[in-house]
Structures are given as structure tokens and as C-alpha cells.
């Protein structure tokens, strides 16, 4: 029976983890976790990309069970606002194993808000178009490529081994979009479309997560998603560099 009750706390674990979480939380969510099932001590070790976790029970047996993380990491704060949600109601009210995987796949499987996603997006890459410096038809050809970007969000990211591949090949696609668008049309200016949607695919907050982990005492998962992100970022721009390269700009 715990045997069953860890490894789906390591799917929440894992689902946390792969939807932004910063490592501090997972393992406080655990921790609470596995106490509320009646163990006396919760050993949590979370990084990037494993989980370890040992239960200790009052009669001295232990369970260990340990996670490999390979999924890409995103962002989905509606799935980790929903999984707090689901750890808090666990910790008053614990559930059977079955009846929590059936939980932890609802949240999973849930389908996402794809019209704001969409929108947010065009609205977000049209505006920092604008903001720095671009007019009012680089705007509207930054929200037009920023669709193309969650296209490849949705289409391609599952099959790349790892989100710095995504970022090289989306940016070389965007950014052989946005030249050709360019060149086609002199009223857009090519650098302020490519500042618009870049911005949809730096890196921020998993850097702000990283600094955070480094300073709450993480130092090994914050270092580990520091040099991610760096790379991720420099992904981006090697992308949008072979781009211009490319088309002459």
C-alpha cells in the first residue's frame, strides 16, 4: 500500500516539477504529503531531473523510490494551482492510491485554455513590438508569427529531446518567417518582430526560479536550472542568428 502511495506522490512530483514549480515547493509537498499517509519521516531530494524520496514509518520500515525527470520543463500555473490544490485536500483528507492517480490525471488531462493561450500570446509579442520601438504594422506581423510559435509549441516541442533543441529550431523557423516577411515588406522592420516574439520564448521565469532556489539553499537544483535556461537562451539567439544569416539580413 505505500509502496503505491509513493510513486504517485512522485507523479504529482513529476508533474509539479515539469510545470514550473521550483524545486522548495515539490519537496515541502511531498514531505506534507507523505506524513498525512501516517509516515514519521519524509526524506525529499528534488532536482531538475530526478526525485528521490524515502519514507520512514513509526515501526522503522522505510520505502524508497526514486523518479527520473526526462519530460521538457514549461510554464502551466492553472496545472500547479491545481495540484496545490490537490496536495492540500490530500493532507486533511487522505485518499486511496487509486483514487489519487485518478486525481493526478484529471488535473493532467485537462484540456488547456487554448483560445487565451493563443491570444495572449499575439497580444504579448505585438506589444513588446511596439514598446521598443516598433510601428503599429510590426505589432501586428509579431502577433502574426507569434501564432506560428504556438503552433510549434504544440506540434514540435514533443518531439525534441529538450526544450534548448525546441528553442534552436523554433527561432530558425520564426526567424526565417519574420526575414522573408521583411524583405517582402519594407514598411515592418525585421529586429522589432523578432524582439517581439523572442520574448515569448526567453527563459524568465525559470531563471527567476533559479536564483530563488540558489538563494533559499538549492544550490544544486538552482545551478542546474541556471545553466538550463542559460543555454536555452543562447539556443534562441544562435536560432534567430542562423536566420539572418541565412536570408542575408
Not at 526514486?66 to 496545472?79: E, H, Q, V, Y
Not at 506581423?141 to 501564432?147: E, T
Not at 533543441?165 to 522592420?189: D, E, M, Q, S, W
Request: aromatic share 6%; net charge neutral; charged share 20%.
Amino acid at each position: 500500500m505505500q509502496e503505491k502511495i509513493l510513486h504517485e506522490l512522485l507523479n504529482i512530483g513529476e508533474a509539479m516539477l515539469t510545470n514550473g514549480s521550483e524545486v522548495n515547493r515539490v519537496e515541502d509537498t511531498l514531505s506534507r504529503m507523505g506524513k498525512a499517509c501516517g509516515a514519521s519521516q519524509m526524506n525529499v531530494f528534488v532536482i531538475t531531473s530526478s526525485i528521490v524520496v524515502t519514507m520512514t514509518f513509526s515501526d522503522g520500515r522505510a520505502v524508497t523510490q526514486t523518479r527520473r525527470i526526462l519530460k521538457p520543463g514549461g510554464t502551466d500555473f492553472r496545472k500547479l494551482e491545481d495540484f496545490n490544490a490537490l496536495s492540500r485536500r490530500f493532507c486533511k483528507e487522505p485518499m486511496p492510491a487509486e483514487e489519487l492517480k485518478a486525481e493526478i490525471e484529471k488535473i493532467q488531462n485537462a484540456p488547456g485554455e487554448r483560445g487565451k493561450f493563443y491570444l495572449g500570446s499575439m497580444l504579448a509579442a505585438g506589444g513588446f513590438a511596439v514598446f521598443f520601438g516598433g510601428n503599429l504594422a510590426d505589432g501586428v506581423m509579431a502577433a502574426v508569427f507569434a501564432v506560428l510559435i504556438c503552433l510549434l509549441q504544440e506540434r514540435l516541442m514533443p518531439f525534441c529531446a529538450n526544450r534548448m533543441v525546441f528553442n534552436l529550431l523554433c527561432a530558425v523557423v520564426a526567424g526565417l518567417g519574420i526575414g522573408l516577411t521583411a524583405r517582402l515588406n519594407p514598411y515592418v522592420h525585421m529586429d522589432k518582430i523578432m524582439i517581439g516574439d523572442i520574448m515569448l520564448l526567453i527563459p524568465g521565469i525559470a531563471m527567476t526560479n533559479a536564483v530563488r532556489d540558489v538563494l533559499v539553499g538549492d544550490t544544486i537544483s538552482g545551478i542546474m536550472r541556471l545553466v538550463e535556461t542559460i543555454l536555452w537562451a543562447g539556443a534562441l539567439a544562435c536560432g534567430f542568428m542562423a536566420a539572418i544569416w541565412l536570408i542575408g539580413g
